[in-house]
């Protein structure tokens, strides 16, 4: 049972970020049963070759009795090679389809730069991070703004949708 449910935080952690991070056509799924578990205080990292790719800390995962689907609650993600955080209060992650979404309040930042928005998708078969909820991104003497933004295979970040930027 813990070696699934490490299995499990893993698959979101990894899927979620790390092809944007690291581009990867790998999707790694859980199996099993979970049904009506609760995991808290989760914390998982990815090291390779004694190198830290990622860590994350989940304070809890709830599984649905009957579904493929695990709650998440108050998620935070880091990559030290970037200097990169990212925060969300609540998330899901469809086990059967690899799919992860975060919702409300969710907060990036690095040492230069703060992204703001209230949704981010994960979708492993398109290898596809993306908003449609709105974003913001502040840095040092600049505000862009857009309606949609996504990242495909890690590359760039594409803004839609009156899309607004400020330099100071």
Do not use: C, H
Request: charged fraction near 30%.
């Amino acid at each position: 049972m813990k070696k699934r449910v490490l299995l499990l935080i893993f698959t979101i952690l990894l899927f979620a970020l790390v092809v944007y991070l690291q581009p990867s056509t790998e999707v790694y799924r859980l199996k099993g049963k979970l049904d009506n578990s609760i995991m808290r205080n989760i914390e998982i990292k990815r090291i390779v070759d004694s190198n830290p790719i990622w860590w994350a800390k989940i304070k809890e995962a709830s599984f649905i009795e009957g579904k493929q689907l695990a709650l998440l609650k108050e998620i935070t993600l880091y990559w030290p090679e970037r200097g990169l955080y990212l925060n969300a209060q609540n998330g899901t992650y469809d086990i059967s389809r690899g799919r992860v979404k975060l919702d409300r309040a969710i907060k990036g930042y690095t040492e230069n730069m703060v992204i703001e928005t209230d949704g981010l998708k994960y979708n492993p078969q398109k290898r596809l991070l993306y908003t449609n909820e709105g974003i913001t991104i502040r840095g040092k003497g600049f505000t862009i703004t857009g309606k949609e933004a996504s990242i495909k295979d890690g590359k760039k970040l594409e803004i839609k949708g009156n899309v607004k930027s400020v330099f100071k």
